[in-house]
């Protein structure tokens, strides 16, 4: 039931009220107490209800609920811990297009709940076993309206706000008619910023763009970054623990830039430590941390996977080129109104603009592919990939996930989707053609692969 980020299907079909009323009741067996649970909402158009339905599930099984509203997924998060919950449920499907909803369960800790605590669940719920509670222990409802401002004023303790606020950034922010509406605005206020919004009203049919921050869908940030003169844009995603942003010039900052660029920012700070971040990131990120002492601890794909090993290997800084970054000092979950406020951080101490510093950073290059590849054919050719690298060449080959091998010009990974069938490609260089020539090579190679077995099935 549950993918690498929760569980997100489409409203009506499987997610059914049937469906999150015996989620929500085998959560509660798991988790009977003695703390409340904290239920939290994106801003989707069945998140309303939805939230209800999981509120009366665990108030039923017994569990004291507090209802915490409309926030980020790393606002919840931040609540969870900060409230000293049992477990938080958040009712939201991130990014995905508007039929989609979903749930995530947090732990105590404000990390997602663990594979351990997931596969409880999942026995519980195909078990039917649930909390049937009498009259007299039916859990009490209550509403916790601080959310908003607990999570903000823990964003701006790591920051330093009179020096921010001195310099009176203009910013444009795109909500994209998400839940950061609640959050963002608030801080960026607190921050003395000169800032307009963009798709600011909560819209669950996302009516500004599809919820996904990618640079197709930002064009009307970039516009407006321009026309106004602004310091800088920044977007989130639908539940807003993801920022991307766009330079003064109105020019999209890739994801890999801003994630090595903090990088190098908070290990500065930090005299030293550790950046944990998966096999796919650039290798800018170890090339600027290590002047400061840092070293990079790579990990599969997927953000629970990046929390957990900071936690495990004390990392000081984590995240993922699509905008995820994860602050340890503030809280292990990836967080993009605290990527905005680091943001600003920077661009204040330095005294530079976002487009110098990132024009500062190693000049690397990272090319994505995708190929075709039918699910049931994935292992097959997984085991033949390592054939179709030039091993000879190679100094480095590492199968933490898919294949990556490295080499004097640079890398290139392989690397089976967790969810479509595909295979995407990952290529870096120094210099655009040499990444680019890697992967079409890789891409042709995997494409002929395939093909081959077809034939032969
Ligand atoms: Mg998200």
Excluded at 208 to 219: A, I, M, Y
Aim: with cysteine.
């Amino acid at each position: 039931m549950f993918g690498t980020n929760g569980i997100r299907e489409v409203v009506g079909q499987k997610l059914t009220v049937r469906f999150v009323t015996d989620l929500a009741s085998a959560v509660a067996y798991v988790h009977p107490g003695p703390g409340p649970a904290v239920v939290g909402t994106d801003a989707r158009t069945s998140s309303p209800a939805l939230g209800r339905v999981v509120s009366g599930a665990l108030s039923m099984a017994g569990l004291k609920v507090l209802e915490i509203g409309v926030l980020p997924t790393p606002a919840i998060q931040y609540n969870v811990k900060a409230l000293r919950a049992t477990f938080g449920l958040i009712v939201t499907a991130s990014h995905n297009p508007p039929e989609f909803n979903g749930l995530k369960g947090i732990a105590p800790d404000g990390l997602e709940f663990t594979k351990e605590t997931e596969r409880a669940v999942e026995a519980a719920y195909a078990g039917g076993k649930f909390l049937a509670q009498p009259y007299d222990r039916i859990g009490e409802i209550g509403q916790d309206t601080q959310g908003a401002s607990r999570y903000v004023e823990g964003i701006l303790s790591r920051v330093s706000g009179d020096a921010i606020r001195k310099r009176k950034l203009r910013v444009v922010l795109d909500c994209s008619n998400g839940a950061s509406v609640v959050t963002s605005p608030m801080l960026l206020a607190r921050l003395g910023a000169r800032y307009v919004t963009l798709n600011a009203n909560p819209d669950g049919t996302f009516p500004g763009h599809n919820s996904e921050p990618t640079e197709d869908n930002l064009q009307g940030l970039v516009q407006y970054v321009r026309t106004a003169g602004a310091d800088f844009g920044v977007a989130h995603d639908g539940d807003a623990d993801r920022a991307v942003f766009v330079d003064e010039r109105g020019v999209y900052v890739p994801g890999e830039k801003i994630l090595t660029l903090l990088a190098r920012e908070t290990i500065k700070l930090n005299g030293g430590g550790t950046v944990v971040t998966p096999v796919t990131s650039s290798d800018a990120v170890a090339e600027v941390i290590a002047p400061y002492g840092g070293k990079v601890h790579f990990t599969r794909v997927g953000s629970p996977v990046v929390s957990r090993a900071m936690q495990e290997q004390k990392g000081a800084f984590g995240g993922e080129e699509n905008g995820g970054l994860i602050f340890a000092d503030h809280q292990l979950a990836r967080d993009g109104a605290m990527s905005l406020a680091r943001v600003m951080d920077v661009l204040v101490s330095s005294g530079r603009t976002l487009s110098q510093l990132v024009a500062d950073l190693p000049p690397y290059h990272l090319v994505k592919r995708k190929v075709r590849c039918p699910i049931a054919l994935r292992e097959k050719v997984l085991a033949e990939i390592p054939a179709l690298m030039d091993r000879g060449n190679a100094s480095e080959v590492s199968t933490l996930d898919g294949v990556k091998v490295r080499t004097p010009e640079g890398w290139v990974l392989v690397r089976p989707s967790g969810t479509e069938p595909i295979y995407r490609i990952f290529a870096e260089s120094r210099d655009r053609k040499t990444a680019e020539g890697i992967a079409e090579k890789m891409a042709k190679g995997v494409e002929s692969l395939v093909a081959s077995m077809e034939g032969a099935a």
